[in-house]
C-alpha cells in the first residue's frame, strides 16, 4: 500500500471520530493556507538549497552540505511527533532507506521539536536516518515554510491534548507545512513537494522517481 493511500485512510478514520465543530476549524485554517497560496512561495526546484547546521536527536551538530557530500540529498520537514500523519511518514520513510540510498541519497528529516522530543519520535519510530532540531523554525521560515496557528486552531490542539510549546519549547505556535525536496549532488532542488494540508505528504515513489531521474 502507497503512503498516500495510507494518508487518505488514516484522514477518513480521523474525520469520522473528530467532532464536526473541531473539524470545521481544522478545515478552515488549512483553507487559509491555501487561499494565501503559502506553499508557492517556497523554493522552486532548480534553485540551491541553502545549507545550514541543526542539532540532531542527541544534541550533535550536524551540517546539511556534508550530508549531501558527493550524494544525493532528501529533506523532509514534519510537524511533530504528536502528528499521526508525520508518524506514518517517517515510517514510510524509514521503510524505503535502504531503497534510497541504493539510489545514491541520504535521508534527513527537519522538525521544530526539541532534541529530547525528536529523540522520543526517533525510538518510537525505530529510525536510523538523521532526525535534527529546527528550533523556533529558523531554518523552515528562511524556505517560506512556517505558518502561525489561529487563536481557534489552538484552542482545538488543547481539547487533543497536544502541547505545541512544550514540543517546540517556545511559544510561537509556529509549524512548517510538510515538505520534501530532493537535491541533486550539486545542492540544487530536483523534486519539491510542499502542501498547506497536513495530512498530504511526498509519496515514496515521487520521491524514488526523482532520484532515479
Known sequence: MSLTTELKQLNQQNREKIPNEALAVMDEATNNLKKDHLA??????????????LPNAKGKE????EL?????????FYRGGWCPYCNLELKALQ???????ANGAELV???????????????????SFEV????NNEFAKELGLVFGLPDALKSI??????DVKKHNNNEDFELPMPATFVLN????????????DYTQRADIQEILKALKS
Open 62 to 65: 550536524v551540517n546539511l552540505e
Open 109 to 127: 528529516a527537519i522538525t521544530p521539536e526539541t532534541p529530547d522530543n525528536s529523540l522520543s519520535t526517533s525510538e518510537k519510530n525505530n529510525l
Open 95 to 101: 521503510n524505503s532507506l535502504e531503497e534510497f540510498k
Open 185 to 196: 549532488e550539486n545542492g540544487k532542488v530536483i523534486y519539491r513537494f510542499v502542501n498547506e
Open 157 to 162: 490542539y488543547d481539547q487533543f491534548g497536544i
Open 68 to 76: 549531501n557530500k558527493n550524494k544525493k540529498l532528501i529533506v523532509s
Open 132 to 135: 535534527l532540531s529546527d528550533i
Open 40 to 53: 508557492e512561495k517556497t523554493i522552486k526546484e532548480g534553485k540551491s538549497f541553502p545549507y545550514t547546521s
